[in-house]
């Protein structure tokens, strides 16, 4: 039940196309939504996060849309660039309840986008 | 410097010895975190600190595991009895604030290789 699931494990993208990486939770007390990239040999680092009031969150080219109902969200990657190859993760915490800001992540995605 | 910092980046030791990777968080972050990313895979929750205290240690493989953050600040991960299983990125966070859930700032990891 702390178990977030992630596809695809692996995406090519042609630059200006659009990326698409989805995730799906089962834990309903799960109430903050990162999505984080890594580069290689570098720490993951915060890129955009919902919380579940909202559908959807936009900034710049990237975009979470979130399912409340169907325990899902994904990330939209706009106008893909070659800069944004890397390896996404998304990931979850139940802050309401455990206080700790713990985060659950995905097992990654690694995206690679063709100049 | 600004961001988390980790030391060694890389260690290579022998499969039954001692091991210490060290994390120096950004000044201020009372949050601290130890995640072991294996390859291929999301970052793996070990324990979290608020302050010197161990708030959540429920990551922890097993007792071969101890981590210490005595001052509040730096923390230690301690890695007794080394296996071959152990080898992976272990990757320290923190974050402002008590109870926070928000952004987590990585380090860069500390790349462990057992024999």
Known sequence: QQQVKQSPQSLIVQKGGISIINCAYENTAFDYFPWYQQFPGKGPALLIAIRPDVSEKKEGRFTISFNKSAKQFSLHIMDSQPGDSATYFCAASNAGSSNTGKLIFGQGTTLQVKP | ?115
């Open chain 2, 1 to 115: 410097g600004a961001g988390v910092s980790q030391t060694p980046s890389n260690k290579v030791t022998e499969k039954g010895k001692y091991v210490e990777l060290r994390c120096d968080p950004i000044s201020g972050h009372t949050a601290l975190y130890w995640y072991r990313q294996s390859l291929g895979q999301g970052p793996e929750f070990l324990i979290y600190f608020q302050g010197t205290g161990a708030a959540d240690d429920s990551g922890l493989p097993n007792d071969r595991f101890f981590a210490v953050r005595p001052e509040g600040s730096v923390s230690t991960l301690k890695i007794q009895r080394t296996e071959r299983g152990d080898s992976a990125v272990y990757l320290c966070a923190s974050s402002p604030a008590s109870g926070y859930t928000g952004e987590l700032f990585f380090g860069e990891g500390s790349r462990l290789t057992v024999l």
